[in-house]
């Protein structure tokens, strides 16, 4: 059967809906959109599809992925449009393509993920991003970043995210701090932006502590940085 792979932003309102809310989104809006999709078999058949890794709440997200299975093959112009008119306020459709029959799944793709951070001071003016350099670079220069995991059995435990933390910067846009990073994202490792903000914080003062912060995940990435489209 024909798999094909969607590309799709999710912002505004859209970002705090939760990835299980996103799979019961993505079925309607594959009944909407009136593509032979495939279904599962049993009692309750679903939609044939796979995500790739999911965003936390409250995370924007420009180029996300789906992958989707149909039952006959369409052009991926018409799976995207007809999806695009389907989707719910905040999320949209910025193309399709087919998928060779074998290729690994998303989440074996998917390596690496860039975001972009914007701190908005709420009470006093936001660390700049001048006096953040200096810590930043003494940062990155550290071979242990640890911040505190939580595992199943409720114990907080120290993890070091230093090996998945590819680059990190900061620079000064329209009154916020803004930091660009890129941060390995896979199966076997995985770094959340908010634990690196949360490793700033405690090496670089109050960075974050009284800011709003608008987290967007720009780019998911492949092996060696190669396109997942």
């Known amino acids: 059967m024909p798999r ?6 999710k912002e505004g309102a859209a970002k705090f809906i939760s990835h299980l809310d996103m799979l019961r989104t993505f079925e309607r809006v ?4 009136g593509i032979p999709v495939s279904f599962s078999q049993g009692f309750n058949p679903h939609p044939r599809f796979s995500f790739g890794f999911p965003l936390s709440v409250g995370v924007s997200g420009l180029e996300e992925y789906v992958d989707i299975d149909l039952d006959t093959a369409v052009s991926p112009e018409e799976v995207a449009q007809a999806l695009d008119r389907a989707m719910p306020p905040g999320m949209k459709v910025t193309g ?15 390596e690496r993920s860039a975001y972009v951070i914007r701190a ?10 001048g006096s953040l350099k200096g810590c930043l670079e003494g940062l990155l220069e550290s071979q242990e970043i640890n911040v505190m995991r939580r595992k199943k059995d409720g114990r907080d435990i120290p993890f070091n995210i230093r090996p998945g933390l590819l680059h990190l910067s900061a620079r000064e846009e329209e009154g916020a701090v803004v930091l660009e990073m890129d941060l390995i994202t896979s199966s076997s490792f995985n770094v959340r932006p908010q634990e690196v903000v949360a490793a700033i914080t405690g090496r670089c003062g109050d960075f974050g502590q009284d800011s709003h912060l608008d987290i967007t995940r720009s780019r998911v990435l492949g092996h060696g940085g190669k396109d997942l489209f």
């Open 120 to 129: 908005y001071s709420r009470c006093s003016p936001a660390t700049g991003a």
């Open 30 to 33: 594959v009944r909407r959109a």
């Open 96 to 110: 399709a393509r087919p998928v060779e029959e074998g290729s690994p799944s998303l989440m074996a793709s998917t």
């Open 4 to 9: 094909y792979r969607i590309r799709y932003s």
